[in-house]
């Protein structure tokens, strides 16, 4: 959940630190920051950034902001949770959202490789079927978890921090890359 009000008067630097869900939030709700016709600068304010889109209700994007913003924080998982549930050996899949030339350079052994050709496979899956997502540093995991909740699965989990806070907190021996 955000710590800091967002007010139209921030600049967007400032709500994506508040907020980092704010800019999938805005780009699903909007059609905002998502590319080069509609995205903003940094430096803008929300209130400009409304008012260059045409979105009257500045009151409404801070709610929805907010709203995706609780959302992620129900999403992500502790990369010590994930470990015990593997641990206790609990049914869920794990799976890496990094692209082969990532996987490459550091791997969770227990995590499954998201395989970009076989959508069905993961589509298929029953929607109450437990999944954890990571990535490099839980942001694209977490674009993810939003994409299979949208898509109705209800225990969709990203693992905070990704393959980066597995290997500070869990296992040290996961090489770590930028």
């Keep these: 959940m955000t710590t800091t009000e967002i007010t139209p008067e921030m600049t967007m630097e400032e709500v994506m630190r508040a907020a980092p869900a704010a800019q999938r939030a805005l780009f699903q709700r909007y059609h905002v920051g998502g590319c080069s016709s509609c995205g903003f600068q940094p430096s803008d304010t929300l209130k400009q950034v409304a008012k260059d889109h045409n ?56 995590a499954e490789a998201l395989d970009y050709e076989a959508s069905d496979k993961y589509m298929s899956l029953p929607k109450d079927r437990k999944i954890v997502f990571s990535c490099h540093t839980g942001v694209r995991s977490l674009d993810v978890a939003s994409y299979f909740i949208g898509h109705g699965f209800s225990q969709v989990f990203s693992m905070r921090g990704g393959i980066a806070a597995w290997s500070a907190e869990i296992d040290p021996s996961v090489p770590t890359y930028s």
């Design 55 to 110: 979105i009257l209700d500045v009151k409404e994007m801070i709610q929805t902001i907010t709203r995706a913003q609780e959302l992620d924080s129900r999403v992500e998982v502790e990369p010590t949770t994930v470990k015990a549930w593997l641990d206790a050996g609990e049914d869920f899949s794990f799976i890496d959202v990094r692209q082969p030339d990532e996987l490459a350079k550091a791997r969770i052994d227990a």
